[in-house]
């Protein structure tokens, strides 16, 4: 039976590619942006960086920026990330599926919770501008534990959060090694949120459990549990 259905934060239960799209004019505001450059160039190029490396990192992710001429001056890869992190607390895009969701999974007496690695402030912020801070039973933040995914102590500790053993806890993100490989070597049941569609991963088992959005969750869940969704 699971009791438990924990989610990761970014690319599984907001719109990062919304996000990166309103994000984009403030590159030109804060780079030194190539004459010419359009918004929408930016925009599409960052979205598309960001499914095909994402799981690797945010280095990759600039690197394809500057091979795409984007930048007049390339910034290095500090201020590149530290830019980033303070838009993620100005905008955030929801998706109109997650809070509903969220919603029936505990009406129906499942308990919620979110495992996200970041710090404090810039995670906490999505959370208040995505209207989802009191929607889940245990946060826990990387940043404010001595974990982080996918060290499997930080799933123990959620369960532990929420009164469950690791055994009764679904854990859906969308990283294969962080979220899938991670929660799965912590015993619980993973589920693999199919955002970006890649899996740089071969060595990883692809996990039974698939979906393209979180609102698939509340009926796997109860199909998984033996009752009618």
Not at 32 to 49: K, M
Not at 124 to 133: I, M, Q, S
Not at 176 to 197: I, Q, Y
Not at 199 to 216: F, G, S
């Amino acid at each position: 039976m699971i009791r438990a259905a924990v989610f990761d934060l970014d690319h599984t239960l907001y719109d990062r590619y919304g996000t990166l799209r309103l994000i984009a004019p403030m590159f030109r505001e804060h780079f030194a942006v190539t004459p010419g450059v359009t918004d929408e160039f930016i925009a599409e190029t960052i979205c598309w960086a960001d499914r095909q490396f994402v799981h690797r990192g945010w280095h990759e992710i600039l690197q394809c920026l500057i091979d795409a001429d984007v930048f007049e001056t390339p910034p290095p890869y500090p201020e590149y990330e530290a830019f980033l992190l303070g838009c993620f607390t100005k905008v955030a895009v929801p998706f109109p599926f997650t809070i509903p969701m969220l919603d029936t999974l505990r009406e129906r007496g499942v308990l919620t919770g979110l495992i996200t690695n970041g710090k404090h402030a810039v995670q906490t912020a999505k959370l208040h501008l995505l209207g989802l801070e009191d929607k889940f039973d245990a946060i826990v933040i990387s940043g404010d534990t001595p974990y982080q995914k996918p060290q499997p102590e930080i799933f123990q500790y959620a369960a532990g959060m929420l009164g469950v053993t690791t055994a009764e806890m679904m854990y859906v993100g969308d990283h294969p090694k962080f979220d899938v490989d991670g929660s799965r070597a912590a015993g619980c049941t993973p589920v693999w949120v199919m955002t970006t569609g890649t899996w740089i991963y071969p060595e990883i088992e692809k996990p039974p459990l698939r979906v393209e959005t979180v609102e698939e969750i509340p009926p796997l869940l109860a199909a998984l549990n033996g009752a009618n969704p």
